[in-house]
């Protein structure tokens, strides 16, 4: 290559580099282009904060259910109870072991309470009642509660419906635990003194005992038999059957039970605590059945906590008096 066309190279090389600096210059004169004061992508919050847009901190637990444990459903609690743990765990007091221990009395008495039953270094490990807090604490994370216990269960995370479970837990106990002041934290749960006794816990914290029921003949009267009918196929349904000539399920048919005799169907293994039971299911009878089943009949396999309203169960047994041809005179 000669040195002319070498020097045709080099002017074309360097008429192409003016050209692209001159195009540059004028696209900056038209183009007014103007640089981001901050990044169109914000990674973090400039106080050092978390990032935008993550929301508030998952909580580290439960929230407290101290505050719902007052009016917290029983009925719904008895319900969840049930059906989530009723596989593993029996309710009714004197209750056998199952793959988990009985529940009876629960609330208050000490971790791994049930004796003869085999309770996993993780529960025997814990120190103090199982009160409230404890309970709430073990139904949201089993396995972050006790790390290492046998117990399969997931956990409960609606925490209203840890309230109603605790609630039911709380009812199973001839003399059922305090329940919190309002407001603050639950403390170690002890067994409650008899209504009455125990200075500074308000009487509706309490259910009524049997000895202290009002007689339920003047509700009889004026009793809603719908509701009733309604209440008793929500709340007994699922173990009884009402029809004429229904058959026995968990429970025994109750229609025309009004009157008869404790025990009285001869196809239906009651429990010995019933059998023992003399006379016929009068109302005040009856009443004192709905109150508080286990308290009423020691050692019954019926698992309902108990109806604490008065009308409800006026309502019920004015049910239960319709279920039959000839119903009972009124009181």
């Known amino acids: 290559m000669n040195s002319l066309e070498l020097n045709k190279v ?7 580099g003016i050209t692209f600096m001159v195009a540059g ?62 596989a593993c765990h029996s309710f009714n007091q004197g209750g056998k072991a199952g793959i988990g221990p009985n529940l009876y009395g629960i609330v208050g008495a000490p971790h791994g309470h049930a004796e003869g039953f085999n309770y996993s270094a993780a529960i025997k490990g814990k120190a103090g009642p199982w009160n409230y807090d404890e309970l709430n604490a073990w139904l949201y994370k089993p396995a972050t509660y006790a790390p290492g216990t046998r117990m399969a269960y997931a956990g409960l995370a609606n925490t209203q419906q840890r309230a109603n479970v605790v609630a039911y837990l709380r009812s199973l106990s001839p003399n059922p635990a305090p329940l919190p002041p309002a407001g603050q934290p639950a403390a170690a749960a002890t067994p409650a003194a008899p209504m009455g006794t125990a200075p500074g816990t308000p009487p509706a914290a309490r259910p009524v005992s049997n000895a202290e029921l009002a ?3 003047p509700l009889l009267a004026a009793a809603n038999v719908e509701n009733g009918a309604a209440l008793a196929r929500r709340t007994c349904g699922v173990c009884h059957t009402f029809t004429e000539g229904g058959r026995n399920g968990v429970g025994p048919n109750l229609y025309d039970v009004v009157g008869k005799p404790h025990g009285h169907l001869e196809n239906f293994n009651y429990s010995a605590a019933l059998k023992a039971k003399t006379g016929p299911w009068n109302y005040e009878e009856l009443n ?18 108990g109806i604490p309203k008065p009308e409800d169960r006026a309502d019920i047994i004015a049910y239960l008096r319709s279920l039959s041809p000839n119903p009972q005179p009124l009181p």
């Open 288 to 305: 004192a059945w709905l109150n508080k089943p286990a308290t009423y009949a020691p050692g019954t396999r019926m698992v309902l906590a």
């Open 10 to 16: 080099f002017a074309a090389v360097l008429t192409a």
């Open 215 to 217: 007689p339920i003949g």
């Open 25 to 86: 210059q004028v696209g900056k004169i038209l183009v007014h282009g103007e640089k981001p004061h901050e990044s169109a992508i914000l990674i973090g919050d400039p106080s050092g904060g978390a990032p935008a847009g993550s929301g508030p901190a998952a909580p580290a637990g439960p929230e407290p259910i101290s505050g719902l444990l007052a009016s917290a459903d029983v009925e719904a609690g008895q319900q969840i109870a049930a059906r989530n743990c009723g």
